[in-house]
């Protein structure tokens, strides 16, 4: 934790843009968590430097389930609980300031490793000599919420598809889309680490649709990022297919492909590093989870809907009050379903997150299950399922 402690120690300040805690390795118990300390009991942490009337703090933002907390912590204070958040619980703290970018990560024996990359500024390549000379940045407390994507910043597909005004303006009944796209991005950003660096990343989008998020995703990974990717969207709708690839080819996007057809269909490539399906209906979503598993994937990101087929099911004496109003029933079902899917990618050897997404377009369902398979990671025995191979 020497080397992290340094890097905080040389990082922590004013020119700080961002800190980023993530990838818990544990549950933890959230009501006693809460209470002893609710950023132990965070699924991510964000910390940003705020100036107050009595000095420069930094405002730590833990994330909680549905819950947002925040503190404000003293220089000396923050950099030792980000030491213990890490010691105790988090895998990944990545980093930013005005002139560097770094990331540590913590294996599961403790090993912490430390990576820094500066910035390039300005045409010519060349780091800024004065830090005095960079421009201001608005540390107030009330500032406007930072996006990966920020708003008045022109992004082709984002006018196309009727989220953005030709000059970046968000449009003001788009504005739900664009803070979906941003969030989407964001869980893309924490798994990162989990995607290889050394080849061709390739990733499957099973249900694209209009493909907001295909293009958003690919976007990021690959003009943003500068990841060597690869990916496909997959849909049944072949008009929309028609206007995605008319669109890619617009972009010069030229490996991101749109081809009509189902999940289980498709044998264009013996392995894939990540797979995306969102609102898949009913087992559509389980498909796309057990070709994922099968081929291996790294990571799975996944927005069940309309899981109709426990809903046929279900029978339980006991709740046969409850169960008799239909919506109940309805949403009882799709919450036992999320359950089964995220347990089974447990099973198979990934890390799995239940996470809270922002509501789809014509749908409420608002659960994003999210698995990364680390190297060396094996299946998990549940005594309370059975699961096959």
């Known amino acids: ?27 933890m118990d959230m009501a006693n968590g809460v209470k002893q300390n609710r950023a132990l009991s965070a699924g991510k942490i964000k910390i940003r430097p705020v100036l107050l009337a009595d000095g420069l703090v930094f405002q730590m933002t833990s994330y909680v389930g549905t ?20 010691q105790q619980r988090f895998g990944q703290l990545q980093l930013e300031t005005g002139s560097l970018t770094a990331t540590a990560l913590v294996s599961k024996k403790g090993t912490v490793t430390v990576k820094e990359k500066k910035k390039p500024v ?27 994507l920020p708003e008045g910043v022109p992004v082709p597909f984002l006018y196309d598809l009727g989220v953005q005004t030709k000059d970046g303006r968000i449009i003001k009944s788009r504005y739900d889309k664009f803070r979906q796209i941003n969030r989407f991005l964001e869980f893309i950003e924490d798994i990162l680490p989990a995607l290889p660096t050394d080849r061709e990343i390739s990733i499957l989008d099973f249900g694209c649709g209009k493909s907001y998020l295909t293009f958003a995703m690919y976007y990021y990974l ?21 206007h995605c690839n008319e669109l890619a ?35 559509a979503t389980d498909i796309a989870i057990a070709r994922a598993i ?29 169960l008799r ?47 990364i398979r680390a190297d ?10 059975r699961c096959r191979a």
């Open 1 to 27: 934790m020497e080397k992290l402690r340094a890097l905080l120690e040389k990082t922590v300040s004013q020119n700080l843009i961002s800190i980023v805690i993530s990838n818990p390795k544990k549950q």
């Open 67 to 86: 819950q947002v907390f925040h503190e404000n912590l003293k220089k000396d204070a923050l950099i030792d609980e980000s030491i213990s958040l890490m």
């Open 122 to 148: 300005g045409c010519n390549g060349q780091m800024r000599e004065k830090t005095d000379r960079q421009p201001a940045r608005d540390l107030s407390h009330n500032r406007p919420k930072h996006y990966i």
């Open 222 to 242: 690959k003009e943003l990022k500068g990841y060597d990717i690869s990916v496909v969207g997959l849909d049944l709708k072949k008009d929309v297919i028609a």
């Open 249 to 283: 080819h617009k972009y010069g996007y030229r490996k991101l492909t749109f081809l009509e057809g189902d999940v289980r269909d498709y044998h264009e490539k013996d392995a894939i590093d990540m797979v995306v399906t969102l609102h898949a209906c009913d087992t």
């Open 294 to 322: 099968a081929w291996n994937a790294r990571v799975i990101l996944s927005v069940p809907c309309c899981q109709h087929e426990l809903n046929a099911q279900i029978s339980c004496k006991e709740l046969a009050p409850v």
């Open 325 to 371: 109003y239909g919506l109940l029933k309805e949403r009882m079902a799709a919450l036992l379903t999320d359950g089964i899917c995220a347990c089974t990618m447990e099973a198979y050897g990934y890390e799995t997150q239940v996470l809270e997404f922002i509501d789809m377009e014509h749908t409420p369902k608002n659960i994003l299950l999210r698995g």
């Open 376 to 385: 060396g990671m094996r299946k998990k025995a549940f005594p309370w399922m």
